[in-house]
């Protein structure tokens, strides 16, 4: 009579997402004595690790991957003739470099950094139609920024002046292209935008639903 073994007394498994029968494989080609014999026991694991993936068989390297993956379940003690070197423990083991936490002081939050990019972008661009148009869309973006963190309304004289601001007074909208886009407009694309996005969810939702039978006949009953 066979003995049930529960995970909590085997093992632990490298790689989890292969499964224990993958690992066993795996167990066994380290015990294989000739070299051939192993080569020949790797590709097939190689075979069968690459069926369990198949979204993956387009992906740069997939292959490089799997026997990256082969060498790591072999605790990295496998010996057999590779078109790939064999990782290091060290490399795999190697903690990343923590990143720099970004330190900028926004004094207007609700523009976001992207608005200051752009301000300092166009500072540099030469004076013409092109910056002009530039400044232009810098400004109205604000009104769409601002907008978007006081819902109500917002008067171009305080975009145009956060605009001189944020730029250090090289940046100001030609006076021509002014008034800015109206706020009863912005704010009509926004919801506009947003019932869209809502429609096509629903639309989506619809057409899953009649797709699926057992969903159907759960409505009709």
Known sequence: MEVLQYNTHRTQLI?????????IMVNQLMMTQNREDRN??????????????PHLRDVPDF??????????MSDFQLDVDSAFEKPQRELLSQKPDRLAYPKTNLKYRFYGNNIKSMINVAI?????????????????????????????????????????????GKLAV???????TDSA???KNRHKNGNSSKNNHK???????????????????
């Open 185 to 187: 407009e912005l704010l």
């Open 15 to 23: 790689i989890p997402e292969y499964g224990r029968h993958v690992q």
């Open 203 to 221: 639309q989506r939702n619809k057409r899953n639903n009649q797709q699926n039978p057992r969903l159907l006949w759960m409505e009709i009953n």
């Open 124 to 168: 540099d661009w030469e004076e013409g139609d092109m910056k002009n148009a530039l400044v232009f869309n810098i400004a109205n973006h604000m009104k769409k920024c601002f907008l978007n963190w006081n819902k109500d309304t917002v008067q171009d004289d305080v975009i145009l002046n956060h605009l001189k601001e944020l730029s250090g």
């Open 63 to 72: 292959q490089h991957k799997l026997w990256d993956q082969l060498f790591i």
């Open 40 to 53: 020949r026991m790797a590709k097939a694991i190689i075979g069968i690790m690459g069926n369990m993936n």
């Open 174 to 180: 030609n006076e021509k292209d002014l008034p800015l």
